[in-house]
């Protein structure tokens, strides 16, 4: 059995070539028939994302994938690029390195956000696609089987893919939702119109905010925006009195100087009875003077507050890369003894199936010897038999399985062939 | 199994509250797959083992549960830590056992210096005596949860402020669910500490017309260390709603509510190390059919 894969990735190129070997889900789908037509009996996966083209073959000994220079032709083919024009662009891998690398693609420590967790949809994506196809066999089904348990474990014991890190999901997520424990009864104020601000809001909708008020300087495209992301036009001259219902502010101004102020917002600060307020200052220059951050009830964040956070999430990511590759290099290290272990199966078989013959034939030669003996002397004496050849068998499969974890021992294979004559 | 139960000891439950707390603490140090399960599996056997002792003792022993400061003792940290088990488990990604588990392990030590002899009481007076107890047991287990409920708001709000993202496996509940929790039990440890001071004194009342049981004096250590406990949590309630509207009033709260759990241990240690003639037989010992005997007499 032999695995290959040529792949590009953004790690080794550029994006506009990315854009040319992308593909779309119709031309997967063609791409793995015309495999399947071109070389049969090789199972084939191909994983297209706009980070990745890879394509996963595999065969048996009698029929092999393709080597790295037809698959590359064939990819080209598909694309309808010329060769030359990709030279240097796969990389190319065989067994276990091909093993390695999907667990590690499959878990996000390929991706170019590290740990994202989209990446293992569309290797669900891909292999079902295969199946659909029937393009896949015992050994691609094992493999990628292997790799979505792989993700698995790595997103349980790790915390790769768990820290956020984009500027809007941590405004929400850890810091929104620290001092809030529900949206739906709070009211979110827009001011302006950044575009981080339609970001912001859509984790705010999924948080449960309902109740949402947008102010700009300009009517128009206050109600333009309020109607886009579906809140409620205010006049500016509010901004006084929302800022009192307000309970979280998204503030996306142009403005060169703070809107709000201290002194501004002392005024208002009573008449809000307590409550909280969460400002998201997004706006550069600051909408917020950052002093109001200090005043009791106000948890005020500016971007470049978040975007400390999302650094500090990243590094805390990072920080995870040893025990997320341990993790993959132990589950490619058990299915590659699996794999190994599996060239052992037809000499296994042979080995028991002649020794169950021959203790079969002594046993009936016992048993025409001793005719008196009764059913349950002879189940007896049956399975004394088994026992010892199974007590005899266990040394030589023991080292077998112990030798596959290195690769397929095949130097033990042929001693035991030679030394019991198996056929080859 | 009457023997199993039997050997049960206070050791056993507070052993294995013990290690849950110490797997709790480990979430500050290391990641772990099983951790989580293991703590709630410790909590459990402890619960387990708690209420077997427990239920050993009200079988075995008259007038329990409540009639002894050991017993009440004992009985609060059972609801701590039943209360801890269920918040762990609607909240695993929240270390709440970490904040009550110590309170409830604090009980259990104070119920070993507690006397187990049983308040003297007829049947009139064990129904006060159980009303008395049970208001009693209520403000202090809500002091403990408002407390609790404090002490993770400062945590919170000092990340807030840090403008930190949240440790992984330490995620606290949101300020406001927090600020909730702790301004109602300041109010409701005032209304249940202020129920069991009145059936204190309507018990006190009992046993002085009676005649038959000694009574509490005004100034035994018992009744000045309630006093003294329900006078502060009542000013913490009325204090906590002068503050409610107020932006800084949530972080008052979380004060109070510190210092109300400050008052509550001072008063248990009060009371466990001073002398006090509360629960103490009087002088020529009735007991309880002797007292029933004498109440049915026409």
């Known amino acids: ?424 | 199994m009457s023997e199993f139960v039997s050997g049960i000891s206070v050791v056993c439950f507070a052993a294995s509250y013990g290690v849950a707390l110490a797997c709790e603490a480990s979430r500050l140090l290391f990641r772990s797959g099983i951790r989580g399960a293991a703590m709630v599996a410790f909590v459990l056997a402890g619960l387990a083992a708690h209420t077997l002792f427990l239920g050993w003792r009200a079988v075995h022993e008259p007038s329990v549960p409540l009639s002894t400061p050991f017993d009440w003792y004992l009985l609060a940290a059972w609801l701590l830590a039943g209360g801890s088990l269920w918040l762990t488990v609607s909240n695993p990604k929240t270390p709440v056992g970490l904040f009550l588990l110590p309170i409830v392990l604090l009980l259990i030590g104070a119920a070993e210096f507690s006397s187990r002899r049983p308040f003297p009481q007829s049947t009139t007076t064990q129904v006060w005596g159980v009303i008395h107890g049970g208001f009693n047991l209520a403000s202090s287990v809500a002091v403990s949860l408002g407390a609790v409920a404090g002490l993770m708001w400062l945590i919170q709000a000092g990340r807030l402020a840090r403008k930190a993202t949240p440790l992984q496996g330490f995620r606290m509940p949101s300020l406001e669910k927090l600020a909730h929790v702790s301004s109602r039990a300041v109010v409701i440890a005032a209304w249940t500490a202020a129920a069991g001071f009145g059936s204190g004194i309507v018990l006190n009342a009992v046993n002085r017309r009676r005649g038959l049981l000694e009574t509490v004096p005004w100034d035994d250590p018992v009744v000045l260390r309630m006093a003294t406990l329900l006078v502060w949590l009542v000013a913490a309630a009325i204090a906590s709603r002068l503050v409610a509207r107020r932006p800084q009033g949530p972080r008052v709260v979380a004060w109070l509510s510190l210092v109300s759990l400050a008052v509550l241990a001072g008063s248990i240690s009060w009371g466990v190390f001073v002398p006090t003639r509360h629960g103490v037989p009087p002088a020529g010992h009735i007991d309880a059919a002797q007292i029933d005997a004498a109440e049915d007499a026409p």
């Not at chain 1, 790769?160 to 941590?170: C, F, T, Y």
């Open chain 1, 1 to 424: 059995m032999t695995l290959a894969l040529v792949g590009a990735s953004h790690r080794t190129v550029p994006l506009d070539m990315r854009e040319r070997l992308a593909f779309s889900a119709e031309q997967a789908v063609e791409a793995i028939q015309r495999y399947r037509s071109r070389f049969p009996g090789r199972e084939v996966v191909l994983l297209s994302t706009c980070n990745r083209v890879e394509l996963y073959t595999a065969g048996e000994d009698d029929a092999p994938p393709p080597n790295a220079e037809q698959l590359v032709g064939f990819l080209a083919e598909c694309r309808g690029l010329d060769v030359g024009d990709l030279s240097g662009v796969f990389q190319r891998q065989v067994d276990r390195a091909v093993v390695r690398h999907l667990f590690g693609v499959a878990s996000g420590l390929d991706s170019m956000v590290l740990g994202e967790p989209q990446i293992i949809s569309q290797v669900k994506q891909a292999w079902a696609m295969a199946r659909e196809r029937e393009s896949t066999g015992p050994l691609m089904t094992e493999m990628f089987q292997a790799a979505l348990r792989t993700a698995k474990r790595v997103n349980h014991e790790t915390t790769l893919g768990r820290e956020r890190l984009s500027i809007p999901s941590v405004a929400v997520a850890d810091f929104a939702r620290g001092v809030f424990e529900r949206f739906d009864d709070k009211r979110v104020l827009l001011l302006g119109s950044g575009k981080m601000a339609a970001e912001t809001l859509r984790y705010l909708r999924a948080a449960g905010a309902e109740d949402v008020v947008v102010l700009n300087r300009n009517p128009q495209r206050a109600a333009e925006l309020a109607r886009r992301l579906g809140g409620v036009p205010v006049d500016w001259r509010e901004i006084d009195r929302e800022l009192v219902a307000a309970d979280l502010v998204v503030s996306t101004t142009a403005a060169n100087i703070p809107v709000v102020t201290e002194q501004r917002y002392a005024g208002i600060e009573q008449a809000r009875g307590g409550r909280p307020l969460v400002v998201l200052d997004l706006a550069v220059p600051r909408d917020f003077e950052p002093s109001i951050g200090r005043r009791a009830g106000v948890w005020l964040y500016s971007i470049d507050d978040l975007a400390a956070a999302c650094e500090a999430n990243r590094r805390k990511r990072q920080r995870e890369i040893p025990a997320a590759t341990a993790i993959v290099e132990e589950e490619t290290q058990q299915f590659m003894t699996v794999l190994h272990h599996r060239h052992t199966n037809p000499v296994i078989e042979q080995l028991r199936a002649g020794w169950n013959e021959t203790g079969e034939a002594e046993l009936d030669r016992l048993f025409r010897r001793l005719p008196d003996l009764d059913e349950s002397a002879r189940r007896e004496i049956r399975q004394a038999f088994d026992r010892y050849a199974a007590k005899l068998l266990h040394p030589p499969l023991a080292s077998l399985r112990d030798e596959s974890r290195a690769g397929p021992p095949h130097g033990l294979l042929n001693a035991l062939k030679r030394l019991f004559d198996l056929e080859d």
